[in-house]
């Protein structure tokens, strides 16, 4: 009987000698429980020699079953220990593979410029605010009766042909000019409030074959200042100083008998050329002057129309290209690049950069 039990608890310590190196040498954590169901799992070493409890004597059963804890807490230390240690290599790995190395820079956002247009337009629109204007925007479906006939251009008038028009029926149409946002404001004016000074922006539309100086599709800024006594000096002075503003300080401006009907008298507004200073070169054409705006005096049939008197008030009005006025700043020559969306061409002017 001695012998029986001796053979046993000497079964156990072979075991846990065997099983201790296997335990020391694994390699992975599946390793490591193959390992723990090859002693302990239901089919396993351990369990084997458990099942032979039954057979032993009352004396001998607990010394088995001493042999077989020392076995089992043994087993288990080495167990854990030898997980923990895996565990740890495990996860360094995983951080090691998934480290993000903070000091790399940032992938740069490409970042979109505002349309030069729009600066240019900006550009003009924050000077006459700070002049006082009022920036008013009227519709770009606009009906014939303030494109034209406010505008002092019955249907029969011969300056309607001065602008081929896209109409949608006969009565309404694609604004040729931003000219009938004057009359739209007149009309709602009260001078009781102040006198009249405003902006107005936006874009205009031509029957025209687009080429390098025509799109069908363009830019206008329409002027307007209504009050008692103003004169052709308060116009002359004003767009002086957006000449000077916009195309340097030292710019002279002439003024040219013209015609628009919807001024009297009419002018066509030179700048002096802001690239040879009016010696004369390509840009100027030789002439040492750029024409850059229309402008005149608001016809008193205008005023009237728009129910001003016309005895009482009086006003000046301009209309300007900013689309011609960045060709000329900017050294563009086709105006098709405005509208053509390449960027090549867009993110040359940076200026816009939010
Ligand atoms: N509306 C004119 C055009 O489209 C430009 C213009 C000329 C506007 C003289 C005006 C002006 O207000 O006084 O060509």
């Known amino acids: 009987m001695e012998n029986q039990i001796q053979q046993h608890i000497e079964a156990v310590t072979a075991l846990l000698n065997k099983a201790l190196p296997q335990i020391e040498v694994s390699d992975s954590l599946s390793q490591l429980d193959d390992i723990r169901v090859t002693y302990l799992g239901k089919k396993g070493a351990l369990t084997q020699i458990a099942a032979a409890m039954k057979g032993l004597s009352n004396e001998d059963r607990p010394r088995l079953g001493q042999a077989m804890n020392e076995f089992k807490a043994a087993f288990s230390q080495a167990f854990d220990s030898k997980k923990s240690e895996l565990e740890h290599r495990a996860l360094n790995q995983q951080l090691a593979s998934e480290a993000l190395d903070i000091s790399l820079p ?91 000074k405003m902006i107005s922006p936006g874009k205009v539309f031509r029957r025209d074959n687009d080429d390098a100086t025509h799109s069908h599709q363009f ?113 563009v020559d086709d105006i098709r690049h405005f509208y053509q969306n390449d960027l090549r061409f867009l993110t040359q002017f940076k200026g816009g950069q939010n």
């Open 219 to 331: 830019h206008q800024i329409e002027g307007l200042v209504v009050d008692k006594h103003i004169t052709m000096a308060d116009l002359k002075g004003t767009l002086e100083v957006f000449a000077q503003a916009l195309f340097g300080q030292e710019r002279a401006i002439r003024l040219r008998p013209s015609y628009f009907p919807f001024t009297e008298p009419s002018v066509e507004v030179d700048v002096s050329c802001f690239k040879c200073g009016g010696d004369g070169c390509n840009v100027c054409k030789q002439t040492g002057w750029i024409e850059i705006l229309g402008a005149g005096m608001v016809h008193p049939n205008v005023l009237e129309m728009a129910g001003i008197d016309s005895t009482v008030y009086s006003g000046f009005a301009f209309g300007m290209g900013p689309d011609r006025v960045a060709m000329l700043k900017y050294n």
């Open 106 to 196: 940032g992938r740069q956002m490409p970042m979109g410029t505002r349309h030069i247009i729009t600066q240019t337009m900006e550009e003009i629109e924050d000077l006459f605010i700070g002049m006082g204007y009022q920036v008013i925007e009227g519709p770009e479906v606009e009906m014939d009766h303030y494109n034209f006939e406010m505008m002092n251009l019955p249907k029969s008038h011969p300056a309607r042909d001065m602008q081929d028009t896209f109409y949608i029926d006969p009565e309404t149409l694609m604004r040729t000019h931003t000219s009938p946002v004057q009359a739209r404001v007149m009309e709602q004016h009260d001078f009781t409030k102040g006198p009249l």
